[in-house]
């Protein structure tokens, strides 16, 4: 673990500014009540761990805090979509999330649709401000964050490995198959998420080694998280992980408990941990305290 470094402290102050950005930026007076939509599925509550990601991978690179600030808001605006989206009937037909009711229980469906539409709309107006915004940052910038921040959700990353989800419903999956289902569900946006920090460096500051270490860093990470997830959902309650505890196994949905047993599972968020620190450390980077502290979190988490 990452003694010397107290994550509590460091992410106040970042979580602080996502935060009053987010409330900022996710505002109540779109048409018809959307805007309270939107907001309820934003506002007041998550682990915020994809933004910052974003804001540890800007700092361990030295790069502009005003791109990563609207980075690390677009992709939590693209996780809370997905989320508003999951929870859905035609989905996975969940009716709690972080500790509230979902959206679609709480508006209806047909709102919540909209409002997942929307803040994935919003997610790339943020990552491309006005040249008369005081934040504003140069435009290839912008067009690299769209770039990774769309592959992630998309076919190659999050979409399609909810399709694969959807598709495996009481199916015996191999562990191979298994893993890339969860490399792109889950852990395609932890992997951005690191990239995106990266990509708010200055040009020449990234050496290829650098770039190929953290994006393997958020690889390992993204997949330590999903396979803690699966753990979690065996031995915690629904009260604790602030969503329905169990609903993997009542729904027969392959996981990597199902897959690899309890004790296999629990070595293996260890091993991927251990590869994350490994990619940090040949990454040749010395601000990377906080990507450390973050990969302890994922995998030593209880919720």
Same mark, same amino acid.
Do not use: E, T
């Given at each position: 673990m990452t003694a010397a470094f107290d994550l509590d402290s460091w !992410?106040? @102050?970042?979580? *602080?500014r996502v935060e009053a950005a987010l409330s900022q930026w996710v505002v109540a007076d779109a048409p018809a009540d959307l805007g309270l939509a939107m907001r309820y599925a934003v506002l007041d509550g998550g682990k915020r761990l994809r933004p910052l990601l974003v804001l540890a991978a800007c700092e361990a690179v030295q /790069?502009?805090?005003?791109a990563a600030l609207r980075a690390a808001c677009a992709v939590e605006l693209v996780h809370a979509y997905s989320l508003v989206h999951d929870d859905m009937p035609c989905m996975d037909n969940d009716i709690l999330r972080r500790g509230k009711p979902t959206?679609?229980?709480?508006? @209806?469906q047909a709102q919540a649709l909209l409002a997942g539409d929307a803040l994935q709309a919003l997610a790339f107006e943020l990552l491309a401000p006005d040249d008369g915004d005081a934040d &504003?940052?140069?435009p290839v910038m912008q067009a690299t964050l769209c770039r990774l921040l769309a592959r992630a959700a998309g076919y190659a990353g999050m979409a399609g490995g909810q399709a694969i989800d959807l598709a495996s419903v009481g199916q015996t999956l191999t562990e191979d198959r298994?893993?890339?289902?969860h490399a792109l569900k889950t852990g395609a946006l932890l992997r951005a998420s690191v990239q995106m @920090?990266? *990509?708010? /460096?200055? !040009? /020449?500051h990234l050496t290829d080694q650098a770039s190929a270490s953290l994006s393997d860093f958020g690889a390992a990470i993204g997949l330590a998280?999903?396979?803690v997830d699966d753990i979690l959902d065996v031995t915690a309650d629904s009260a604790t992980l602030g969503k329905t505890a169990g609903k993997d196994a009542e729904q027969d949905k392959p996981t990597y408990v199902s897959v690899l047993g309890m004790a296999q599972s629990k070595a293996y968020a260890q091993e991927l941990h251990g590869l994350a620190l490994a990619a940090l450390q040949s990454s @040749?980077? &010395?601000n990377t305290l906080a990507l450390q502290a973050l990969a302890d979190k994922v995998v030593g988490r209880d919720n």
């Open positions: !992410s106040v @102050g970042h979580l *602080a /790069g502009d805090p005003h959206v679609h229980i709480k508006f @209806g &504003s940052f140069a298994l893993r890339q289902m @920090g990266a *990509a708010c /460096g200055l !040009s /020449g998280f999903q396979v @040749g980077l &010395s």
